[in-house]
């Protein structure tokens, strides 16, 4: 099925069913994840790319099914404990705290597992978070917040990051630095699930892609396929 | 006349000391529960009460009270948290409104069923009884103590929420919970032990006021209605607000005293009907 070589799993989800209230979200979700895989969801707005992240790390008022993470069923599971199991998350509204300031906001997630990146490190990568350290997170502007919530998940030591549209609204030089920084976690053997409109952004980061439509998966495209998929790819995400 | 004013004023200190440390604890279970703490004045009679009864029949002083009777109540503000509490976060704010309302009618109820209405007093501990002449006004050394500890105190919280890694913890769950703990934080940990810390200072005031009110079942009754219009006036939820509008009413209601006694019960409730009017989120409220 695909070209990527067996690897051992980090992340299966089976059936994964989600509610808010009365409104049913995800229509069993099916997808899986490899140590040091780098996949995307794709879809149109609503169709369920977000909620499956939140549904992962049980941010729903209610889900069903299974999420197995490193071997370990986490439905039952409350978030906090989940995201001890080694997952990092960047919401898509970024989730910077007004009353903290930018380094209380970087300091402020307990770390997860070993091997996190050092405060000096987060520096290095991201100068003007140092600068701005001081500031109120939310009087950072809107590129520097979302480093800020990149650099966030960097310290914790997570294996796991889910990444909802950290591109969004971006300029193309701050979408430049972000496309760095996920190719040197790529490279630093961190598993990725990274939701994006900007496919441009992650045809070359990502191994594979699900397709997402009305809260199902319906198709997996790996990366060597993408050239000869483009056509119905783009008619899928109407672009 | 100076004396009159000095006196009136001395008072509304006091006062305003109780209800700075009390609204302080209301501010920081509302900032993070959501919940309308309204056991907060029997769980303050409580402390008054542990504290006297703590004297009354194992002889155990006012120095000992002042530690052990707030962890005694924050105990049971645990319990009561875990136990019932914390089941009603999903619901409406409303119902943790109801249910505490109804634990502070049970409370007291009791307590007025065992006690009677009639006070108790608690004396002065030996230190801090006499105090000084200051020409235009006496100035008991107990009230002083009062004081300087409940500003210390109100201070104290101040900064650990405001400047400590504990407080950024408060404040961020206070702002977004779920998030907070969709980065491994132990929310409902938190809460739990918010509360009962919330209820332990609430106990710590009542042992605070033991020496200076009498210890009544419904001695909290009378401060929890002023202690809302606190609360309202510095803005739900905010720490400094609510510390300084509870010593800043504490003066405006003395002044009142002195000025035209007849209207210093209704003072608070004007002032808080202007800063409804003028400002709806409160003097240091956030619009939320």
Known sequence: MSAVEPRSELLRVTDLHAFYGQSHILHGIDLNVGTREVVTLLGRNGSGRSTTLKAILGLVPRR??????????????????????????????????ASLSAEENLTLPPRVGSGGMSLQEIYEMFPNLLERRRSQGTRLSGGEQQMLAMARILRVGARLLLLDEITEGLAPVIVQTLGRVVRGLGERGLTMILIEQNFRFVSQLADRHYLIEHGRIVDMITRDEIGKRTDSLHRFLGV | MIQALSGQLLVGLINGSFYALLSLGLAIIFGLLDVVNFAHGAQYMLGAFVAWMALQYLGINYWWALILAPLAVGALGLGFEWLMLRHLYRLDPLYGLLLTFGVALVLEGSFQNAFGISGNSYPVPGLLQGGTNLGFMYLPRYRVWVVLVSVAVCFANWLMIEKTRLGS??????????LLQAFGVNVPLMRGLTYGYGVGLAAFAGVMAAPIYQVTPLMGSSVIMVLFAVVVIGGMGSIAGSIVTGLGLGLIEGLTKFLYAPASDVVVFVVMALVLLLRPAGLFGRQR
């Open chain 1, 64 to 97: 069903t099914g299974s999420v197995m993470v490193n071997g370990r069923e986490t439905i039952g599971m409350q978030s906090h404990r989940i995201t001890r199991l080694g997952i990092g998350y960047c919401p898509e509204e970024r989730g910077i705290f």
């Open chain 2, 169 to 178: 913890y408060l404040r961020a769950g206070t702002e977004n919970p779920a």
